[in-house]
């Protein structure tokens, strides 16, 4: 079974960084694309970034320019960045990787880690 597991949330002040991390299990990383998003309490699930399997990113506008992700092929981990933090930030953050065989697609998430930034 594929496994996901967060890690690096916590609680910062506004402005600070924060290094989120995803270590997946059975390479379910290597060849697929990954992302990160995010909660905030009443809202819907976003996207943050996401990473081809080639090494493209992509970035919501609301992060771009502060965040980066990032991959570790070799420790099949994914990673997130996050500077100049703001209280708008504050969600829980969960990865996503993105199996394609044929026409399929099966998405597999993490459990999620808190990020809280405070004003």
């Known amino acids: 079974q594929v496994q996901l597991v967060e890690s690096g949330g916590g609680l910062v002040q506004a402005g600070g960084s924060l290094r989120l991390s995803c270590a997946a299990s059975?390479?379910?990383?290597?060849?697929?694309?990954a992302g990160w998003y995010r909660q905030a309490p009443g809202k819907q699930r976003e996207l943050v970034a996401i990473?081809?399997?080639?090494?493209?990113?992509n970035y919501a506008d609301s992060v771009k320019g502060r965040f980066t992700i990032s991959r570790d092929n070799v420790k099949d981990t994914v990673y997130l960045q996050m500077n100049s933090l703001k209280p708008e930030d504050t969600a829980v953050y969960y990865c996503?990787?993105?199996?394609?065989?044929?026409?399929?697609?099966?998405?597999?998430w993490g459990q999620g880690t808190q990020v809280t930034v405070s004003s």
């Open positions: 059975r390479n379910i990383f290597r060849g697929n694309a």
């Open positions: 990473i081809t399997s080639g090494g493209g990113t």
């Open positions: 996503k990787a993105r199996r394609t065989v044929a026409l399929n697609i099966f998405d597999y």
